[in-house]
């Protein structure tokens, strides 16, 4: 069976990942249609690529249907439960950088820390009727970091988009989201809480822990890596 | 198992408890509104064609609390035994729970009936395990009024009684918020002079103005959720505290009565002996735990024991009084767990607080089987 390297079908992400690839002396051929999914490396038998959508190739590496992939450590820790088991995070890319972070009203100057919101949500129910409102799209980030701050009393609206216009929209109070320069955060009135990155995420080039390993899949893998990894650190 | 649930089955009809119908298919709402989006993790959910979120019921309190507001009665007596369902690490994620609620009636916080019922939900549950071939355990109690009542004599200011009292029974939390507390830094670097200059004067209404500008300014919703004025509020309240610490004579109060654990017949003797130590006043709770205390001590024998760990509560803000746990002697997860939980009812949509008590039995951790 060749090794399979899924990389993200489309967008900046898809293109910086070719680069890298390239760069490592890894260069993909694409297919001939230009849409098919799946391609070869130049020069190298034994490998394949599968373009897949950035959250498909986090499910896809859990699952141990492909080898390696690249996509974002936001969506792997977002999508995978218990992913330190099944997922190694080999290298970090140095691209697609954003962070997963809590943002509040710029109008709630009271609050500036995760202890503050903390205050804000026990209060809540007696105070408003209801429980603070978080939206966002990260559920799973978004429960652990509140949990490991002591904080159980919120509920999660779901957000398909646009999660930055919720507060003033009034479907939720405050928000989980991915941001890279905070300027989307500043332009929509919120404030990033002091202690409130959840997640640093970047590109990074995944292994499953979950797919068929073989002596010649572990060698190939073995290359590929450290060729990356040269070209990255040099 | 089947002759356990035969057993209590028999057991909660003989003492006239209700069983009311509880669906396995549950509204999602109520629990995650209660417990928090954190048990979202560890239930299993669904939706309907509406998408409404549905769950298979991971416990039995919150619909027998349900069922009791919807047939509009006063007070009830209910018992339940079936299959709950959740997540978990190890050990499957269906397995079985019986238990009983004693909801509404006479029994405020701290009235002698809230203790009686109390004793009785205890003396029921040791009886219930009894029933099942369990004879010799070990209950372990807790209390959240008594720690509060500490709070209250440490002179604390409200913010950190309130975020103490929170924590009680999450040992890492309550770590951290004290340390929070002990270091409590500056709270207005970095802000706005005009906001500065306002909280400096303690001017509520220059900073309720200040507020209400920016929440102008991004266009949120005057309507919901928290106003202008909450927030100046907190800000001014937070200001104040900013100069304030936990004193390291408090800390070493609080520090001291968390370590307390000792049987429940010596317990009130010991409260007495800290307070006395620590010169504060708690003696209107000692009085009303040890009332109870010596209630509960009439029920030990050589098969049962009682301690009391002064730590040991509940971080749910709806259990309000004592917490137990019943374990097998020599095992290290409990068979039961009950509580006093009087802030539910309201939360669930009573529309003034209605008491209540219960407790759950984990069926599959009872000694073998009876047959």
């Known amino acids: 069976m060749n090794l399979i390297v899924a990389i993200p079908s489309k967008g900046r992400l898809k293109d910086r990942s070719l680069e890298i690839l390239a760069a490592a002396g890894y260069k993909v051929e694409l297919p001939e249609d230009n849409r098919g999914y799946q391609g070869s490396i130049n020069g190298k038998s034994g490998v394949e690529i599968a373009f897949l959508s950035a959250s498909e190739i986090a499910r896809e590496l859990a699952n141990g249907n492909v080898h390696l992939g690249i996509t974002g450590e936001d969506l792997a820790r977002e999508k995978i439960a218990d992913v330190e088991n099944r997922l190694g995070f080999a290298l970090q890319l140095e691209f697609g950088h954003a962070d997963v972070i809590v943002a509040v009203p710029d109008a709630w100057v009271d609050v500036e820390t995760m202890a503050d919101l903390d ?8 105070r408003y009727g209801r429980r603070l409102r978080i939206a966002t799209k990260y559920w799973n980030l978004t429960q652990e970091f509140f949990s490991d701050h002591g904080i159980a009393v919120y509920r999660i609206v779901e957000s ?7 507060p003033a929209a009034g479907s939720a109070d405050v928000i989980v989201d991915i941001t890279s320069t905070g300027s989307t955060i500043r332009a929509n009135h919120l404030k990033i809480l002091k202690d409130g990155i959840i997640l640093r995420s970047q590109a990074n080039l ?20 450290s060729a990356i990894a040269k070209n990255l650190s040099s | 198992m089947t002759s356990h649930l035969a057993v209590l089955k028999r057991f909660f009809g003989d003492r006239e408890f209700s069983l009311p119908q509880i669906a396995l298919l549950q509204p999602a709402d109520p629990f995650l509104d209660t417990a928090g989006e954190d048990l979202r993790r560890r239930v299993f959910m669904t939706r309907d064609l509406d998408g409404a979120s549905l769950c298979l019921r991971p416990e039995f309190t919150i619909p027998v609390c349900l069922s009791h507001l919807e047939s509009g009665r006063e007070q009830g007596r209910y018992a339940y035994l079936g299959n709950v369902f959740r997540q978990r690490r190890h050990g499957p994620a269906e397995f079985l729970q019986a238990g009983m609620e004693i909801i509404g009636g006479e029994q405020r ?10 004793v009785a939900c205890v003396v029921t549950a040791l009886d219930a395990l009894a029933h099942c071939g369990m004879k010799k355990t070990r209950v372990i109690f807790g209390d959240q009024a008594i720690f509060e009542a500490l709070l209250l004599a440490l002179e604390l200011p409200d913010a950190w009684r309130a975020r103490l009292g929170r924590a009680f029974g999450d ?13 409590s830094g500056p709270a207005l670097e970095g802000s706005d002079p005009e906001l500065r200059n306002a909280l400096n004067n ?6 309720t103005d200040w507020v209400a500008i920016k929440m102008a300014n991004a266009n949120m919703p005057f309507d919901t959720g928290r106003s202008a004025e909450d927030i100046a509020e ?15 004579e408090q800390r070493r109060i609080l520090d001291a009565f968390l370590d307390i654990e000792v049987p429940l017949a010596s317990a009130v003797e010991e409260l007495h002996e800290f307070s006395r130590s620590m010169a504060i006043d708690i003696d209107d709770a000692i009085g009303t735990f040890g009332w109870r205390a010596e209630q509960l001590t009439k029920q030990e024998d050589k098969d049962v024991t009682f301690s009391w760990r002064a730590s040991f509560g509940r971080p749910l803000d709806y259990y309000t009084g004592i917490v137990f746990e019943i374990f097998q002697s020599g095992s290290p997860e409990p068979v039961c767990g009950g509580g006093r939980y009087d802030h539910l009812m309201n939360m669930l949509g009573a529309d003034s607080e209605i008491p209540a008590i219960g407790f759950s039995l984990w069926i599959d951790r009872l000694p073998g089987d009876t047959k």
Do not use: P
């Open chain 2, 109 to 118: 916080a701290g009235s002698r009936e809230s203790l009686v019922k109390d």
């Open chain 1, 206 to 225: 995944m292994v499953s822990k979950s797919a068929a390993w073989d002596a010649e899949n572990t060698r190939i893998k073995s290359d590929l890596l």
């Open chain 2, 171 to 183: 040992s890492r939390k309550f770590e951290s918020d004290l340390q929070l507390i002990t270091s």
């Open chain 1, 160 to 166: 398909l988009g646009a999660t930055e216009g919720a």
């Open chain 2, 234 to 248: 907190r800000m001014i309240a937070k200001a104040e505290l900013a100069a304030t610490q936990l004193s390291s």
């Open chain 1, 119 to 126: 205050d804000v949500a026990a209060g809540y129910r007696a």
């Open chain 2, 202 to 207: 303690m001017d509520l209404q220059a900073v």
